[in-house]
């Protein structure tokens, strides 16, 4: 959960007043579901947690944001308590080292309980899913897709993120040859 309190702090301090839906739409064009793990649908339930614990807070009702397709939206801004807890973590992510947990190393445990074909299928699968983020990724980096109030340092992270997929596609593609030479079973 603290990463996940980490990212909707810094988006309710970058644009506070905001609703939900803003700060979905947000972490949706920073591309946060594939490299930070954030689930879109825990967003309004963090928002509320945050607020019950004095993090953020709701804005008086003159400030809801109307909305003219449905009702009023509840906007959030961060309390001084949320803005030494964003500081909090933020200060604890940037030194903290903690390595991504991934379920696809436990089932490379079991691969042995696995038909060689079932297996090559899945790794290829796989190549292909991360070829098509690492593109996805690079392209969006590299032309500046994203809109013009994002932090410029945005496309650095994406290419963090990609390298990061290069090298377990490097892998995969390496334990593809092995598994068809038949050296691992």
């Known amino acids: 959960m603290s990463s996940t309190r980490l ?29 930070a793990n954030i689930a ?6 963090a928002l509320n947690k945050m607020a019950s614990e004095g993090l953020a807070e709701t804005t008086s009702p003159e400030q809801i944001i109307e909305n003219k397709k449905g009702p009023a939206r509840i906007a959030y801004q961060v309390t001084e308590k949320g803005r030494q807890e964003f500081e909090r973590l933020l200060d604890k992510a940037i030194w903290e080292y903690k390595p991504e947990f991934d379920s696809f190393h436990i089932a490379l445990m079991f691969m042995n309980r696995i038909s060689k074909d079932h297996l090559l299928g899945a790794f290829r699968h796989r190549i292909n899913l ?4 690492i593109e996805s990724f690079k392209a969006t980096a590299d032309f500046n897709l994203f809109p013009a109030n994002s932090p410029h340092y945005l ?27 038949g050296l691992l079973f």
């Open 130 to 133: 991360l070829r098509a983020d």
């Open 155 to 181: 496309s650095e992270n994406l290419r963090l993120f990609s390298a990061r997929l290069e090298a377990e596609l490097q892998w995969i593609e390496g334990m593809v040859g092995k598994l068809e030479q």
């Open 7 to 35: 990212l909707i702090l810094g988006v309710l301090l970058k644009r506070q007043p905001i609703h939900g839906y803003d700060v979905r739409k947000e972490l949706e064009i920073w591309h946060a579901g594939k490299w």
């Open 40 to 45: 879109y649908g825990s967003i309004y339930f």
